[in-house]
């Protein structure tokens, strides 16, 4: 599996993460190219600091203020040049910017810095040259933050800044102060950072580093670099207990259909290729007892299911919660040659590994109930004789993927 590990060691920003994806073999004509639908042509150079070469991305923009809706047209602006999966990316990175200026100064009119071109044209880079590289996973490892006091748009503001501190304590992702003054991670590279980590930090075993890059800020202070590092590294798999994954969640409330209708659309939405599907009883508005219906799903089907449960619900809306990172064991479909009461006959069971052991097996009921049924014995004696033939004959030698 190929996974990109961010060490911020010396803080973050858009630019220092452009210019390390870059160093790490993104493609440099896609980033340009995307980056030219908001600037001029950025500067791309390679400087040294304190004795490291690294890669510089200049934008030379000008600051400009503009709200979310301004800064999403613009990034709507740019679809012909932009993949779709970069864009989306995007969007999500000045939500998270957004949701915490909110959080921080309730409702406000507009973004400051990082609503500039600059900020915007940063963004852009680096989700399409995250993209380009075709990594399967990516760990952020803690972000050095800095000491002290800046000003901003808002006046003199403690380090990390609040909107920078928002972001990192909403991702859940490990920081440390560091000896340097100033403010070492800005919102923009907080936010990159946390829409890119998609598992935690952890030990990866043994794995081959297939690529380096550094990425470099403005300063070059005499004693630390001022640089993030990138590595694109390969892992065996073995030694990961579970493998990333991601998925859309779908939600609406429910409170006047019968519970013959929910049944009917979650077995609709597994069939039309959901990952799962629940109904959860909730209390509504004045009252009301209703139900949360959720599907979980893979991104590409899950205008399909929204789509599917309004017509079988009749709900207005949909929410979807988009991208959610998730970990999945590794599972098989083993068929086992069970013997029960003189009958033989082959069974499926769902085998879940870690590290090549079962942790998890099932057998599968329906087959197990016709077989209950037709020998005259308890569906629960079936399936526990299953799952014991099935614990003394399946090998360690898992090669499924997780649904």
């Known amino acids: 599996m190929l996974v990109l590990v961010f060490d911020p060691f010396h803080g973050a920003a858009g630019d220092m993460i452009v210019g390390a994806l870059l160093d790490c073999g993104a493609n440099r004509k896609s980033v340009v190219q995307a980056m030219q639908s908001v600037i001029a042509e950025p500067v791309i150079t390679e400087v040294t600091r304190a004795g490291i070469r690294a890669i510089k991305v200049d934008t030379q923009a000008a600051p400009t203020h503009r709200t979310l809706a301004d800064v999403m047209k613009r990034l709507d602006d740019a679809t012909d040049v932009i993949p779709p999966e970069a864009l989306a990316m995007a969007k999500r990175v000045f939500t998270r910017i957004n949701d915490a200026e909110e959080l921080i100064h309730g409702s406000h009119a507009h973004f400051h810095e990082v609503g500039a071109d600059d900020a915007i044209a940063d963004v852009i880079g680096a989700c399409t040259a995250f993209h380009s590289l075709g990594i399967e996973a990516s760990v952020v490892m803690p972000v050095t933050l800095g000491r002290g006091s800046a000003v901003g748009s808002h006046g003199t503001f403690p380090i990390p800044a609040p909107a920078t501190a928002a972001i990192l304590s909403h991702a859940g992702l490990p920081v440390r102060s560091g000896k340097e003054e100033g403010e070492l991670c800005t919102p923009t590279g907080a936010a990159l950072l946390a829409e890119f980590s998609t598992i935690a930090l952890t030990d990866f075993g043994s794995y081959t580093i297939k690529a380096v890059g550094y990425g470099a800020g403005t300063r070059d202070p005499i004693d630390v670099p001022n640089v993030i590092r990138a590595m694109v590294i390969e892992t065996t798999g073995e030694d990961m207990s579970l493998q990333p994954d991601t998925v859309d969640i779908l939600e609406t409330n429910v409170d006047d259909v019968s519970g013959e209708l929910i049944a009917h659309t979650i077995t609709r939405c597994m069939e039309k290729g959901a990952r799962d599907a ?57 068929h086992v040659e069970v013997e029960i009461a003189g009958n033989r006959r082959t069974v499926p069971v769902k085998i879940g590994w870690i590290r090549g052991e079962i942790y998890s097996l099932k057998a599968e009921f329906d087959q197990a109930r016709d077989w209950a049924s037709e020998i005259g014995i308890p569906v629960r004696d079936v399936l526990y004789l299953i799952e014991q033939t099935a614990r003394g004959t399946v090998k360690k030698t898992s090669t499924g993927k997780g649904d």
């Open 278 to 334: 629940s109904a959860i009883p909730i209390l509504m508005k004045k009252g009301r007892p209703g139900f949360l219906i959720r599907v979980i799903c893979a991104q590409d089907t899950s205008a399909k299911l929204a789509e599917l449960m309004a017509q079988e619900l009749g709900t207005l809306g949909i929410r979807c919660i988009p991208a959610v990172h998730r970990f999945i064991a590794e599972r098989t479909i083993e």
